[in-house]
């Protein structure tokens, strides 16, 4: 049963296009997270959240939104999509924001703008 | 934030044990050191996580110092499975987020 699920797995879509991905957790955690991590492989932060607050890295571009439907979900949606915006997005949870907790990271969604 | 300096990469072969080691000079009181793992294309995975002397658990071992200011992940015995990035994080960004990777150290487990 997988803890953080994303899907889907592979995104190809053309520039201009609006997309979203989906972030589903099953371990009850109040704390879920986006990530991106691009061709140099650096793993950037984009936004943290749960029911309470709402954090956003100030790089991220305004055409990112996160949406949650509810604790156990947090999706992201991108509008107007830019070839910069291919990367590998990855969806996290944790129980809470403390720094003696464990982050849990869904496999990822390798987004492809054309 | 504690700003974190890890060996952008590092080579090793099977059977050696490795020793990434992490500099975080402004750590704060309340802050942990955690690593984690990250195999090509999956996400990271937790590793291990300490606040001071030695964490031990059935993947690695974490030595930190009295003073903090830096931390050693030990992989014991490695095999080429092994070859992965693995990133030191320490504390909270200026956002107050955790869990801010820095660009990790890439270590190849060569035959």
């Known amino acids: 049963d997988t803890a953080v699920s994303q899907t889907p797995k592979y995104l190809v879509t053309q520039m201009g296009n609006d997309k979203s991905i989906k972030c589903e957790q099953n371990l009850g955690h109040d704390t879920m997270y986006w990530y991106k991590q691009d061709s140099k492989k650096f793993l950037k932060i984009m936004f943290s959240y749960n029911n309470k607050e709402l954090i956003i890295n100030e790089t991220v571009p305004n055409r990112f939104s996160p949406k949650s439907p509810d604790k156990a979900h947090l999706n992201l949606h991108i509008n107007s999509l830019e070839l910069g915006d291919s990367a590998v997005y990855f969806c996290?949870?944790?129980?809470?924001?403390?720094?003696?907790?464990?982050?849990?990271f869904g496999q990822g969604t390798r987004l492809t703008v054309v | 934030l504690a700003k974190t300096t890890q060996p952008i990469s590092m080579d090793s072969y099977e059977g050696q044990e490795v020793n990434i080691t992490c500099s975080h000079n402004?750590?704060?009181?309340?802050?942990?050191i955690t690593w984690y793992q990250q195999f090509p294309s999956q996400g990271p995975r937790f590793i291990i996580q300490g606040y001071k002397t030695k964490v031990t658990n059935e993947v690695a071992s974490l030595f930190i110092p009295a003073d903090r200011k830096s931390s050693t992940l030990s992989l014991p015995r490695v095999s080429l499975s092994d070859t992965a990035v693995y990133y030191c994080?320490?504390?909270?960004?200026?956002?107050?987020?955790?869990?801010?990777f820095g660009p990790g150290t890439r270590l190849s487990v060569l035959p």
């Open positions: 994080l320490v504390g909270l960004d200026n956002y107050g987020q955790n869990f801010v």
């Open positions: 996290a949870s944790s129980q809470d924001t403390g720094g003696n907790t464990e982050a849990f």
């Open positions: 402004n750590i704060a009181t309340n802050d942990y």
